[in-house]
């Protein structure tokens, strides 16, 4: 339990680490899109070695699997792009929190396509979460804070996006590997974000002195962490694991503070707090209900 539990914990570490790697990568000129692409296109060799270790029971004839894989490609695909994209135009500790929002996306998504059933509660919850966005990002003086309504949007759209993984991934569990799962979805991501990518800048960076950066974003965020965090899952209650999954947000924020300069006011620093314990409380509650 104490392995499985560290697994979760070290996913969301790099996941955080990998946000303050991707804002590195754009400060010194590289495209949101081409650090997205190579941040997939690793973590896809790295699942392809995990598949051919791993084969049986991949599912990989069956149709249902391929789609929602793909669904859960496009939603990783959006999740990396917008993440990168919301780091360029606000902050690592910013970007991170927002898309730590997911579950709130989940539920609405839920909500609406009557999977889950709304409670006042649940409603109180989605509202405290919007004002902590709102205390967060500033929204009453963007400007003034540093921030955009690009890197607002985007950031939440990462969350979004995140939630289109999330349904995805659970609905393709049932007929194949996870490996494979995440083979397919990996590849779907690759062809997604290299088709907009500048193809000169994406070859580059092959010859480019910082591709070491780019192979540990590939490593910590997308090929180590998901094999982590999946073999963690296992064995972790998913109150326990979306209590963990507070890692990746923390260390973000410290990422910045303490390498990128970043900072944050007293306002900023509640409406961040009131976001991380209310989503957390939102997964613990929904994972209780799952169990009963």
């Given at each position: 339990?104490?392995i499985?539990?560290a697994?979760?914990?070290?996913?969301?570490?790099?996941?955080?680490?990998?946000?303050?790697?991707?804002?590195?990568?754009?400060?010194?000129g590289?495209?949101?899109?081409?650090?997205s692409?190579y941040?997939g296109?690793?973590?896809?060799?790295?699942?392809?070695?995990?598949?051919?270790?791993?084969?049986?029971?991949?599912?990989?004839?069956?149709?249902?699997?391929?789609?929602?894989?793909?669904?859960?490609?496009?939603?990783v695909?959006?999740?990396?792009s917008?993440?990168?994209?919301?780091?360029?135009?606000?902050?690592?500790?910013?970007?991170?929190?927002?898309?730590?929002?997911?579950?709130?996306?989940?539920?609405?998504?839920?909500?609406?396509?009557?999977?889950?059933?709304?409670?006042?509660?649940?409603?109180?919850?989605?509202?405290?979460v919007?004002?902590?966005?709102?205390l967060?990002?500033?929204?009453?003086?963007?400007?003034a804070?540093?921030?955009?309504?690009?890197?607002?949007?985007?950031?939440?759209?990462a969350?979004?996006?995140?939630?289109?993984?999330?349904?995805?991934?659970?609905?393709?569990?049932?007929?194949?590997?996870?490996?494979?799962i995440?083979?397919?979805?990996?590849?779907?991501?690759?062809?997604?974000?290299?088709?907009?990518?500048?193809?000169?800048?994406?070859?580059?960076?092959?010859?480019?002195?910082?591709?070491?950066?780019?192979?540990?974003?590939?490593?910590?965020?997308?090929?180590?962490?998901?094999v982590?965090?999946?073999?963690?899952?296992?064995?972790?209650?998913?109150?326990?694991?979306s209590?963990?999954?507070?890692?990746?947000?923390?260390t973000?924020?410290l990422?910045?503070?303490?390498?990128l300069?970043?900072?944050?006011?007293?306002?900023?620093?509640?409406g961040?707090?009131?976001?991380?314990?209310?989503?957390?409380?939102?997964?613990?509650?929904?994972?209780?209900?799952?169990?009963?």
């Amino acid at each position: 339990m104490g392995i499985s539990t560290a697994f979760v914990a070290l996913a969301a570490f790099f996941w955080g680490v990998s946000g303050g790697i991707g804002s590195i990568l754009m400060d010194s000129g590289w495209a949101p899109s081409v650090v997205s692409f190579y941040r997939g296109f690793v973590g896809l060799l790295f699942v392809l070695v995990w598949l051919l270790i791993r084969p049986r029971s991949s599912g990989l004839s069956n149709r249902k699997l391929w789609l929602w894989a793909a669904i859960a490609g496009l939603g990783v695909a959006g999740n990396f792009s917008f993440y990168f994209i919301s780091i360029e135009h606000g902050s690592v500790a910013v970007a991170a929190t927002l898309m730590y929002c997911a579950p709130v996306f989940v539920y609405l998504i839920s909500f609406a396509l009557k999977l889950e059933r709304p409670t006042v509660s649940k409603w109180a919850a989605i509202a405290l979460v919007m004002v902590g966005i709102v205390l967060l990002t500033k929204l009453h003086e963007v400007g003034a804070s540093g921030l955009s309504l690009i890197g607002i949007g985007t950031g939440l759209l990462a969350g979004l996006s995140y939630a289109v993984f999330i349904f995805g991934f659970k609905y393709a569990a049932p007929h194949g590997s996870p490996q494979a799962i995440l083979s397919i979805a990996f590849a779907v991501l690759s062809i997604v974000l290299i088709l907009p990518s500048d193809i000169d800048q994406t070859v580059s960076v092959l010859g480019s002195p910082q591709w070491p950066l780019f192979l540990t974003l590939g490593v910590l965020g997308a090929g180590l962490s998901f094999v982590f965090y999946i073999i963690g899952l296992k064995h972790t209650a998913p109150a326990l694991a979306s209590m963990i999954a507070m890692v990746e947000p923390v260390t973000a924020t410290l990422f910045g503070f303490l390498l990128l300069d970043g900072s944050l006011d007293v306002i900023q620093m509640i409406g961040m707090g009131l976001i991380l314990i209310t989503v957390t409380t939102l997964s613990v509650i929904s994972s209780k209900a799952s169990k009963s």
